[in-house]
Structure formats: structure tokens, C-alpha cells
């Protein structure tokens, strides 16, 4: 499995959790199951992704300026998630807030896919895109159980 594979895969799980999240209701146990899930998974991807891809494409004249963005996104979307920690997860402005994550997440996934991606691709060695992926994947693994 390459890099982007694994990548791409977390992404699949985010999209599907904001799906999820932003069809709930008021102070739900939906809610409230979706929503810790949805955090961990955006703090430990961000985290992950930062240190086995983007780290390693900064390195690049090809995929600097594109890493760069990217890692600003990441900050964009974690200062949402800190927005809805401080908001009653019953009132309107919750979900107004949590449908704004979804529009930026989804551009900032649908980004990295068609626009990064590509350009990493050419920049990264073979073998660094399978090595990439084991220690991105080892380092998510690790964080999710410490969030357990």
C-alpha cells in the first residue's frame, strides 16, 4: 500500500463521519457518539499526515508551496473543532458551525486528492510512498488507541 492509499482511506472515514455528524440532531446520542469519533480522527490524521507526508514533501521545490497550504488547512479546520467544543452541541449555531467544517473538509480532502496528490506523486520515490505508508499508518494506529 502506498502513502495515498492510506491517506486516502482515512478520508473515506472522515467523509462518511461529517456525513454522518451534520444529519443529527440538538444534544443526541448520535451526536455525541459521532462527534468524539470525528475529532480524534481529524487530530490524529492531521498529526499523522504532517509528519509522514507533508514533512517529507516541504523537502521538494515541486510540492512546497503545496504542503505548506495544506498544513494551513489542517490549522483552518482544528480551529472549527475547537469552535464547536465551546458551542452547546444543542443550539443552532452548532450545527451551522459543523456544516462549515464539512464544507472545508471536503474541499481540503478533495484537494489533497486531486491537486497534491499528483504533484507528490512525481516527487516521492517509490519505495519512500510504501515506507511512507507504513509508518503514517503505524503512527494513526498509535494514536487512535491513545485516544481510547
Request: aromatic share 6%; glycine share 4%.
Amino acid at each position: 500500500m502506498t502513502i495515498f492509499e492510506s491517506i486516502r482511506n482515512d478520508h473515506e472515514t472522515q467523509r462518511t463521519l461529517i456525513d454522518i455528524l451534520v444529519e443529527t440532531e440538538g444534544d443526541s446520542d448520535g451526536r455525541n457518539e459521532v462527534w468524539p469519533k470525528l475529532k480524534r480522527e481529524l487530530e490524529a490524521h492531521a498529526a499523522a499526515e504532517e509528519r509522514y507526508f507533508y514533512v517529507p514533501l516541504m523537502e521538494h521545490d515541486l510540492t512546497q508551496d503545496a504542503a505548506r497550504h495544506s498544513v494551513a488547512e489542517h490549522k483552518e479546520l482544528d480551529d472549527f473543532v475547537e469552535q464547536l467544543e465551546g458551542y452547546d452541541m444543542s443550539g443552532p449555531q452548532w450545527l451551522q458551525t459543523a456544516r462549515e467544517l464539512r464544507e472545508r473538509l471536503l474541499h481540503h480532502l478533495d484537494e489533497e486528492e486531486k491537486e497534491v496528490f499528483p504533484v507528490a506523486g512525481k516527487a516521492l520515490a517509490v519505495d519512500d510512498k510504501t515506507s511512507l505508508a507504513t509508518d503514517y499508518e503505524s503512527d494513526m494506529e498509535r494514536r487512535r488507541s491513545d485516544a481510547d
